[in-house]
């Protein structure tokens, strides 16, 4: 019996294993727990594994291909087609395997432990800044219950707290405290912020992908950053409109009997991705001027 392919549904504790021999015939069904995995895979002879492409799918893809396998991701939407009647781990492992020996099937780029740290830094620092949205919000929200407001903008928050402690402001002094108490997680997250974003720029300038990428209008470190980790392998994409499709940028298609049919875009893709193009284009837009190509002052800047 030779195992050529194998489909591997992950869960927290739990892993469902679907093997398949040269007639396509189901030759492996078994359930392992997570610390067999590397055991378990170790004795198999060197074979094709496809996952699907979600939360430590890359960390073990890296553990087994330094155990000799074949590793492949597969997107969720490419894998949910295959899903036979019901919802169980045998079914999906089974759909995982249907998925991946298919001819024209697309696949994920296995990302590296480093990749993925860096990732994480974007990731945190994106969680800070909602964080940080959210206190300056409840600033706001509980500072206008006592008849005070300020102009839009995160600078304009320190002169709402100075005017909210005044004497002659008529806040309680429990409400005070409560604003001082929000004030100081405000300070200290912007205080972590700010060290992320020095570690976030060593990082663009260490790779020459996003300074290259930094060097187009409306794309700042945090872009070009950005889109050089998750575009590991841009050569995948055979055009610009397949990327521009990826990222979820052309219109839904709903055609039929040679009647085409576009809708509104699709935004299937990457959000942080699309969002950060859609930042820059408005920013480069908001600079332009009458009978100039690009803004040249604004290189660099924008998204970031």
């Not at 030779?2 to 679907?18: C, E, S, Y």
């Not at 409840?138 to 903008?153: D, M, P, T, V």
Request: glycine residues 10%; positive net charge; proline residues 5%.
């Amino acid at each position: 019996m030779r195992i050529i392919r194998i489909g591997l549904d992950t869960a927290k504790h739990v892993f469902q294993v679907h093997g398949v021999d040269e007639n396509e015939q189901p030759v492996l069904r078994r359930q392992i727990r997570r610390s067999e995995m590397e055991k378990f895979f170790g004795k198999l002879a060197p074979t094709r594994i496809g996952l699907e492409a979600c939360g430590a799918s890359h960390h073990w893809a890296r553990v087994l291909r330094g155990l000799g396998h074949e590793v492949v991701l597969l997107p969720p939407q490419y894998i949910k087609p295959y899903v036979k009647r019901g919802k169980n781990d045998a079914i999906d492992a089974a759909a995982i395997g249907e998925a991946m020996s298919r001819p024209g099937m697309r696949f994920v780029p296995v990302k590296s432990a480093e990749q993925q740290g860096a990732l994480m830094l974007l990731k945190v620092r994106d969680l800070l800044v909602k964080q940080r949205t959210m206190l300056i919000n409840a600033i706001r929200g509980h500072a206008a219950e006592f008849g005070l407001s300020a102009a839009k903008g995160p600078v304009k928050v320190a002169e709402l707290l100075q005017r909210a402690h005044a004497e002659t402001s008529g806040v309680p002094g429990l409400a005070r405290d409560m604003l001082s108490l929000l004030s100081g997680q405000l300070d200290a997250l912007d205080m972590k912020l700010k060290a992320l974003e020095i570690r976030l720029m060593a990082l663009h300038k260490q790779d020459p992908v996003s300074q290259c990428l930094a060097s187009q209008p409306g794309i700042g470190p945090i872009g070009a950053v950005s889109f050089a980790l998750k575009v590991s392998d841009p050569q995948g994409f055979r055009s610009g409109r397949h990327f521009a499709a990826w990222l979820g940028l052309t219109p839904r298609e709903n055609s039929t009997g040679g009647r085409h049919r576009s809708g509104r875009i699709s935004r299937q893709g990457d959000q942080t991705l699309r969002r950060l193009l859609v930042l820059g284009a408005t920013a480069v837009i908001r600079f332009a001027k009458a009978g100039q190509a690009s803004p040249p002052a604004f290189a660099g800047a924008g998204s970031g």
